[in-house]
């Protein structure tokens, strides 16, 4: 077992939908939580960035941690074609420097 | 510059030969950071410098791999005697030290033949 799962997809989407994108995790010791969003043959991009558990909101983003069930979610409202793209989450210790990643979720928003 | 940088974008090298790829950091970051990403993965991490210092190679798969930072900015990752398996995207993040926000460079995509 991984130590970061997310659901590969594909996840299709009419544009203007709220999309829900998850990762689950094993490490209970895992602190810092990342959202990247990384387009076909570029580099990650960083989203979102949260600190133990609770929400975040940045513009049509919204982070949140759940650390009793290991769980963490990025929403998308009113997503556009632009947002289609791999979703990485990524975590690391509180001490630690390298993240670890999920394997990624592809979104496609149709327009 | 404005961004991490990365060079070559592209690199094809038979099977045996040495690569060379470099890293270069967002001004005033003094943490650099290597990770491999295999198609259709998220990225693994391979090694961590501050300044000059290597101060975890943890994830650096064999000693086939080496990577330099000598003068604290520029990185250098280099792979001797490349196999199959090697082929990915090598990507090159940087930070603020004791930053979580780690930005990521465009990669180098090697390719192994």
């Known amino acids: 077992q991984k130590e970061v799962e997310q659901d590969p997809g594909p996840l299709s989407v009419p544009e203007g939908a709220i999309v829900s994108l998850n990762c689950t995790y094993s490490n209970s010791a895992f602190q810092y939580f990342m959202w990247y969003r990384q387009y076909s043959r570029k580099g990650p991009e960083l989203l979102m960035y949260?600190?133990?558990?609770g929400n975040k909101e940045d513009g049509r983003f919204t982070a949140q941690v759940d650390k009793s069930s290991k769980y963490i979610s990025l929403f998308i409202r009113d997503s556009q074609p632009s947002d289609s793209a791999t979703y990485l989450c990524?975590?690391?210790?509180?001490?630690?420097?390298?993240?670890?990643f999920g394997p990624g979720t592809r979104l496609s928003v149709l327009p | 510059g404005a961004g991490v940088s990365q060079s070559p974008r592209y690199k094809v090298a038979k099977r045996g030969q040495d690569v060379a790829l470099r890293c270069d950091p967002i001004?005033?970051?003094?943490?650099l950071f290597w990770y491999q990403q295999a198609l259709g993965q998220g990225p693994e991490f391979l090694t961590y410098f501050q300044n000059e210092a290597q101060l975890d190679k943890s994830g650096l798969p064999s000693d086939r791999f080496f990577a330099e930072r000598p003068e604290g900015s520029v990185s250098t990752l280099k792979i001797q005697r490349t196999q199959q398996e090697d082929s990915a995207v090598y990507l090159c993040?940087?930070?603020?030290?004791?930053?979580?926000?780690?930005?990521f460079g465009p990669g180098t995509r090697l390719t192994v033949t």
């Open positions: 990524a975590m690391t210790l509180p001490y630690g420097q390298n993240f670890v």
């Open positions: 993040a940087s930070s603020f030290p004791g930053s979580r926000e780690q930005y």
């Open positions: 949260t600190y133990s558990s």
């Open positions: 001004s005033g970051h003094v943490s």
